[in-house]
Structure formats: C-alpha cells, structure tokens
C-alpha cells in the first residue's frame, strides 16, 4: 500500500497531492474538527459577503481552523487557502473550489437529578413519557429539543416531551430533568421628550 500511494503521488498535480494529503490527515483522525464540503468558495449564508475572509500564502488552513474557535471554514488550493471567521458559510457554487464549513459543536445540556420517575410538575400526568427497550435515554434527550427529562434502568428507560418534569418521590428512580435555556431577557427602553 505504501509503495501505491508513494507512485500515485508523484504522477499527482499539486492540487490532487494536497487533496490527497487532507482526505489522509482526516482518515488518521489528526483534524480536531470535522468539516462538511460544499461547492464553491466560501460565502455568508445569505451568499453577500466573504464572511470575515483570511488570505494565507501557504496551505495550513486545516490546522488554522482546527485551532481557532472563530473559524467557520476554509477553501485550500495548491499554494494558498483561506479561512472565514465569526459568520456561519457555505459554498457559493462556483465549481473550482470547495467550501470546507466546521461543523460546530454543540453543547449538551445539563440536567437536574430527582429522586423518582419523572412526571409532569402537577404530579398528574406522565408529561409525553415515551418508553425505550435500551438505555441511550440520555443521547436522545441531548439531541431533542422537545424532551425535557429521563429515567434509565439497567434494560430500558423512558423520556418525557413538551412540559417541566420532576421526580415523583419514588426511592427506586432517578429522574433527570433537562435545564432549559435561558431566553435572553427584552430589554426596552422609555424615550421621554
């Protein structure tokens, strides 16, 4: 195998070796981001503006936006590459470059712990329990907007949708109520003549 790739990269473009040299540096897991590909050079969504665009006169835009949280893409060429920062970009469709946006990671959210099965915060109702033969509860309540909490046991476990939840006082259950997002407080203001 390695002498393969030795000879395919001496009859490589200098395009195709830096191309061959990400698709290597991602498959070995060196990059701490993953990107999605787009065609086209990066562009803000709205496709207007060059989204905060960095010129680099060299190829190390990987491991520029890898290590730099405001990053949110970058296009590579054989002897330049630029990187995009604090505006989320996409390809603009032009088809001799591809757009590299990071994919951004999201935060898991916190949860409370109660003791008992969680229940609607009346204590009356079973809050949109939805129950599972598995125990990957935690993952999908992570990843689901609409759950507000779970219980796991040891084979099975339940998530609850669409209203607060809180442990109903049953010693054998631990119910996790998932905290919910602050909303940013209105500000407004008085103008007096």
């Not at 991602?26 to 207007?48: F, N, P, Q, T, W």
């Not at 603009?92 to 935060?107: F, I, L, M, N």
């Amino acid at each position: 195998l390695l002498y393969t790739i030795k000879f395919e990269v001496l009859t490589m473009t200098t395009k195709q070796l830096v191309i061959l040299t990400l698709t290597v540096l991602m498959l070995i897991g060196k990059g701490a981001a993953k990107y999605k590909e787009s065609v086209g050079a990066c562009r803000a969504l709205d496709g207007k503006y060059t989204a905060g665009l960095t010129l680099h006169r060299d190829t190390a835009c990987v491991e520029r936006c890898d290590s730099d949280a405001t990053c949110t893409g970058y296009v590579m060429e054989s002897t330049w590459c630029e990187t995009y920062h604090n505006e989320p970009v996409t390809g603009d469709g032009s088809t001799q470059w591809r757009c590299h946006t990071k994919e951004q990671k999201k935060e898991s959210p916190s949860y409370t712990t109660s003791v008992g099965a969680c229940r609607a915060l009346d204590g009356k109702g079973h809050a949109g329990l939805t129950y599972y033969k598995d125990t990957a509860c935690g993952e999908r309540c992570d990843s689901d907007a609409t759950c507000t909490g779970y219980v796991m046991e040891s084979t099975w476990c339940e998530t609850y949708h669409n209203e607060p939840v809180t442990g109903d006082g049953r010693t054998h259950w631990k119910c996790h109520t998932k905290e919910q997002e602050k909303e940013e407080e209105e500000t407004s203001y008085t103008t007096s003549v």
